[in-house]
């Protein structure tokens, strides 16, 4: 079986258990093992090698938090990045099928899953969503194939179109379309031949369906296991006939799953449901999270993390007030606070985090911060040096040229940064002196 990644990992990062941040060097090496692990996993080189670009530089200079790895704390952050790569626009599940009846057209090669799906998908369609479904093959090549649908609809419960015999494709369509309409369906599912390979007569042949349906979902039904092959599948039909989503099948076998990550990567399409059996209801919508564990072959480190995560926050908000206690407030101070409320989501929700701070927000808001000005003032914060910070009484004229400089912006910005921080450093103060107007007076306001 393959070796986990996280082990791999911690070979790399076992030197380096003590320094505070992730270095270049370092992400580096951990991506080496990353890239074995997603090629492992069946993800295409050139994705890989894509995908790594980003989470390095993401990774590079991250603070390493305390009571995990460096190791688990990439793999946190590589998961974290596969979540995102994999999640479309498109919601996992869900179909466009208003306005009745809606034709849904079925695509792939032969033996991907293509008319187990199509079952697969109209029971779920009648059953979680009480529509009334009308299923046709449009296989004319293959009776058998035909046969296949008319078994499975008469097994789930849902209509299959009357088969005619020397009827073309098209012809069927039409007929689908006619009889979803009189027969009162809500979609009607068109199950399009597959052959071995893409040829001309299928893409020709399911073009000209397409135009007669004109579907509201065309979903390609591929083999999850074929890795690469899937993915160029995908291309084409896509290029040729547009598809709106895709089917990853046999997911439930050995297969890590890559071929997921390709899939969006490579087409852009959206996954919506993968199969995960042979039973008709083996479908399940396409779940990004689950589908990055397995890729990357790792179970609870990324619980662990999170956890870890939240320790590290909580241990920096309990030092910091730990200074306020002691009258402490400087501009690595007042930094932290700011991304904490871009973190929060802005000025709006900070109100009522701290004791006063509602007061405070509405003292800030009425001097016109937005959420931009937040990002501008942590720019000037960083243009200051470690003593300027430190100890802000320093800024002079010619100090704070160079820092308005430094970010980009006007001195008056700055001005405008340093009496805020006053102001707060002022209320920090009180806080700390207890008693009237301390910790527990703010609390009542
Ligand atoms: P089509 O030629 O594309 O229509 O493919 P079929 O629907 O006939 O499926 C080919 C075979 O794959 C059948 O034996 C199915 O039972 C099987 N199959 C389809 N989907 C899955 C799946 O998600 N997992 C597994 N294990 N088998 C599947």
Same mark, same amino acid.
């Given at each position: 079986?393959?070796?986990?990644?996280? !082990?791999?990992?911690?070979?790399?990062?076992?030197r380096?258990?003590?320094?505070?941040?992730?270095?270049?060097?370092?992400?580096? &090496?951990?991506?080496?093992?990353?890239?074995?692990?997603?090629?492992?996993?069946?993800?295409?080189?050139?994705?890989?090698?894509?995908?790594?670009k980003?989470v390095?530089?993401?990774? /590079?200079?991250?603070?390493?938090?305390?009571?995990?790895?460096?190791g688990?704390?990439?793999?946190?952050?590589?998961?974290?990045?596969?979540?995102?790569?994999?999640?479309?626009?498109?919601?996992?599940g869900?179909?466009?099928?208003?306005?009745?009846? @809606?034709?849904? %057209?079925?695509?792939?090669?032969q033996?991907?899953?293509?008319?187990?799906? +199509?079952?697969k998908? @109209?029971?779920?369609?009648?059953?979680?969503?009480?529509?009334?479904?009308?299923?046709?093959?449009?296989?004319?090549?293959?009776?058998?194939?035909?046969?296949?649908?008319?078994?499975?609809?008469?097994?789930?419960?849902? !209509?299959t179109?009357?088969?005619?015999?020397?009827?073309?494709?098209?012809?069927?369509?039409k #007929?689908?379309? +006619?009889?979803?309409?009189?027969?009162?369906?809500?979609?009607?599912?068109?199950?399009? =031949?597959?052959?071995?390979?893409?040829?001309?007569?299928?893409? @020709?042949?399911?073009?000209?369906?397409?135009?007669?349906?004109?579907?509201?979902?065309?979903?390609?039904?591929?083999?999850?296991? /074929?890795?690469?092959?899937?993915?160029?599948?995908?291309?084409?039909?896509?290029?040729?006939?547009?598809? +709106?989503?895709?089917?990853? +099948?046999?997911?439930?076998?050995?297969?890590?799953?890559?071929?997921?990550?390709?899939? #969006? =990567?490579? /087409?852009?399409k959206?996954?919506?449901?993968?199969?995960?059996? *042979?039973?008709?209801?083996?479908?399940?919508?396409?779940?990004? *999270?689950?589908?990055?564990?397995?890729?990357?072959?790792?179970?609870?480190?990324?619980?662990?993390? *999170?956890?870890?995560?939240? /320790? %590290?926050?909580?241990?920096?908000a309990?030092?910091?007030?730990?200074?306020? $206690?002691?009258? $402490?407030?400087?501009?690595?101070?007042?930094?932290m606070? %700011?991304?904490?409320?871009?973190?929060?989501?802005?000025?709006?929700g900070? &109100?009522?985090?701290?004791?006063?701070?509602?007061?405070?927000?509405?003292?800030?808001? *009425?001097?016109?911060?937005?959420?931009?000005?937040?990002? #501008?003032?942590? @720019?000037?914060?960083?243009?200051?040096?470690?003593?300027?910070?430190?100890?802000?009484?320093?800024?002079q004229?010619?100090?704070?040229?160079?820092?308005?400089?430094?970010?980009?912006?006007?001195?008056?910005?700055?001005?405008?940064?340093?009496?805020?921080?006053?102001?707060?450093?002022?209320?920090?103060?009180?806080?700390?002196?207890?008693?009237?107007?301390? %910790?527990? $007076?703010?609390?009542?306001?």
């Amino acid at each position: 079986m393959f070796e986990n990644l996280s !082990d791999r990992l911690s070979g790399v990062f076992d030197r380096l258990t003590k320094q505070g941040a992730l270095s270049a060097d370092d992400v580096k &090496a951990a991506m080496r093992e990353v890239r074995v692990a997603l090629l492992e996993a069946d993800v295409s080189l050139p994705v890989a090698r894509e995908f790594i670009k980003a989470v390095e530089s993401k990774a /590079t200079g991250q603070a390493v938090t305390k009571s995990v790895t460096p190791g688990q704390q990439v793999v946190k952050i590589v998961h974290d990045e596969l979540i995102h790569v994999l999640k479309g626009d498109a919601e996992p599940g869900a179909l466009k099928i208003s306005s009745p009846p @809606a034709p849904i %057209l079925m695509v792939g090669l032969q033996g991907g899953g293509k008319t187990t799906t +199509t079952a697969k998908i @109209a029971k779920r369609l009648k059953e979680r969503e009480g529509k009334k479904v009308l299923m046709a093959s449009l296989d004319v090549n293959r009776p058998a194939a035909m046969e296949q649908l008319a078994i499975l609809g008469t097994q789930i419960g849902v !209509d299959t179109l009357p088969i005619v015999k020397g009827e073309d494709p098209v012809a069927i369509a039409k #007929r689908a379309k +006619t009889q979803a309409s009189l027969g009162g369906y809500d979609v009607y599912m068109l199950d399009t =031949a597959g052959r071995l390979h893409i040829d001309q007569e299928l893409i @020709a042949q399911a073009a000209a369906v397409r135009d007669v349906a004109n579907p509201r979902e065309t979903l390609l039904v591929v083999d999850g296991l /074929t890795g690469q092959d899937a993915v160029n599948v995908a291309t084409e039909f896509d290029d040729k006939i547009g598809v +709106t989503g895709v089917v990853l +099948t046999r997911m439930d076998g050995d297969g890590r799953g890559g071929a997921a990550l390709s899939m #969006r =990567a490579v /087409t852009g399409k959206p996954i919506r449901f993968v199969g995960l059996g *042979e039973k008709l209801d083996a479908l399940e919508s396409f779940d990004p *999270e689950r589908i990055a564990g397995r890729i990357l072959g790792m179970g609870d480190i990324v619980a662990l993390v *999170e956890k870890a995560q939240q /320790t %590290l926050e909580a241990e920096q908000a309990e030092r910091m007030i730990r200074r306020f $206690q002691k009258g $402490q407030f400087n501009m690595n101070d007042l930094k932290m606070q %700011l991304e904490q409320m871009i973190k929060m989501g802005g000025m709006e929700g900070l &109100a009522g985090m701290m004791p006063g701070m509602g007061k405070m927000q509405k003292q800030i808001s *009425e001097a016109g911060v937005d959420d931009k000005m937040l990002a #501008r003032q942590i @720019a000037l914060i960083n243009s200051m040096t470690k003593k300027e910070r430190a100890n802000p009484d320093l800024l002079q004229a010619s100090r704070k040229k160079r820092i308005a400089k430094g970010a980009g912006l006007e001195v008056q910005e700055l001005n405008r940064l340093l009496k805020q921080h006053r102001q707060m450093s002022d209320v920090m103060k009180k806080i700390g002196k207890g008693g009237k107007g301390g %910790l527990r $007076q703010m609390a009542k306001q």
